[in-house]
C-alpha cells in the first residue's frame, strides 16, 4: 500500500477536504484503467489516440467511460483486484 507521505499534495488537500466534510475517500491505483475492460477484466493496450474501448467480450465504451468502470470497480471492490494493488504485466500508458 502507498504510503500517505508519498501522495502529491493534492492528495492529501483532498484527503483532508474529504475527511472535514465527513466524507470517506478510496485510493485507487491508476495504473491500467484505460487499459483493462470493465466488464471481464482482461488487458488490451491501447494508444492514447484510440478513443474507444472494444473487448473480444462485446464490451463497447468509450476509453474514459470504461476506465472510470474501473476505477470504481477496484474502489469498492468489485471484480478482480481492487484497491492499491500491482498491475501485473507491462501495459501502455
Known amino acids: 500500500m502507498q504510503?500517505?507521505?508519498?501522495?502529491?499534495?493534492?492528495a492529501h488537500r483532498s484527503l483532508h477536504?474529504?475527511?472535514?466534510?465527513?466524507?470517506e475517500v478510496v485510493l485507487v491505483d491508476p495504473r491500467g484503467t484505460?487499459?483493462?475492460c470493465p466488464k471481464c477484466g482482461t488487458l488490451k493496450a491501447?494508444?492514447?489516440s484510440t478513443r474507444a474501448h472494444a473487448c473480444a467480450c462485446g464490451?463497447?465504451?468509450?476509453r474514459d467511460v470504461a476506465a472510470a468502470?474501473?476505477?470504481?470497480?477496484r474502489a469498492f471492490g468489485l471484480g478482480s483486484?481492487?484497491?492499491?494493488?500491482c498491475v501485473s504485466g507491462r501495459v501502455a500508458a
Do not use: E
Not at 464490451?59 to 468509450?62: E, F, I
Not at 483486484?81 to 494493488?85: C, N, S
Open 46 to 48: 491501447k494508444t492514447l
Open 34 to 36: 484505460s487499459q483493462t
Open 17 to 23: 477536504k474529504a475527511g472535514s466534510a465527513g466524507a
Open 59 to 62: 464490451c463497447v465504451l468509450d
Open 81 to 85: 483486484g481492487h484497491g492499491l494493488r
Open 69 to 73: 468502470m474501473v476505477v470504481h470497480h
Open 3 to 10: 504510503s500517505l507521505q508519498r501522495l502529491p499534495a493534492t
